[in-house]
C-alpha cells in the first residue's frame, strides 16, 4: 500500500511528495505561508510589550491614511 504522502530529508532540505488529487495549489501556497509565519514566530525575540506598541503604532499609521474617508465635515 502506497502512503498518501512521503517525506524525505536531504541535506538542509525536507522534501514532501504528494498526490496532486490530494490538494490544490491553493492550500498548500497558503500552508506554506503559515509553515514560514511559525517558524518566524519562534525565532523572534521581540517581547509581547513591544509587539503591542508596534501593531498600536501601525494601526494609528493606517487610521491616520483612512481617516478621511470615515469622517464627515461639521462645517
Known amino acids: 500500500m502506497n502512503p498518501a504522502y512521503e517525506i524525505s530529508a536531504i541535506e538542509d532540505s525536507i522534501i514532501i511528495r504528494l498526490p496532486r488529487s490530494m490538494t490544490d495549489e491553493a492550500f498548500l501556497s497558503g500552508l506554506l505561508d503559515y509553515l514560514e509565519l511559525e517558524s518566524l514566530k519562534r525565532r ?4 509581547e510589550k513591544e509587539c503591542l506598541q508596534l501593531a498600536s503604532g501601525i494601526k494609528q499609521s493606517a487610521w491616520n ?3 478621511n474617508l470615515f469622517e464627515t465635515e461639521n462645517r
Open 65 to 67: 491614511q483612512v481617516r
Open 44 to 47: 523572534s525575540v521581540i517581547s
